[in-house]
């Protein structure tokens, strides 16, 4: 599923929104080390997740945009089932 060769989309603020991610998860775990309140806990965990899912669709959305268009203007019949097999395969991931 990897394509070493290809030009793949700058991911640079979906790192700067992973270590934001990263920053949440430390919070949450000083939260947990101070024994504070499951609810106070069990929301910061909620917002996290929120913001890694967040990250998963700005990451498939650029594939979307450059990959699969990329298919699309090649004109191989071959190369775009390929990239239509891998995005089905993501979003099955996804559910």
Not at 40 to 69: F, G, P, T
Request: hydrophobic letters at 40%; a positive charge.
């Amino acid at each position: 599923m990897s394509e070493k060769n290809s030009k793949h989309p700058n991911h640079a603020a979906e790192l700067a929104r992973l270590n934001r991610a990263i920053g949440q998860l430390e919070g949450i775990k000083k939260m947990i080390n101070e024994e504070r309140y499951c609810v106070d806990i069990l929301m910061q965990l909620k917002a996290a997740r929120s913001a890694i899912k967040n990250i998963e669709m700005n990451v498939l959305e650029r594939h979307m945009q450059m990959c699969l268009v990329k298919a699309g203007r090649s004109g191989d019949d071959n190369e775009i089932n390929n990239k239509v097999d891998e995005l089905t395969k993501l979003i099955k991931n996804f559910s």
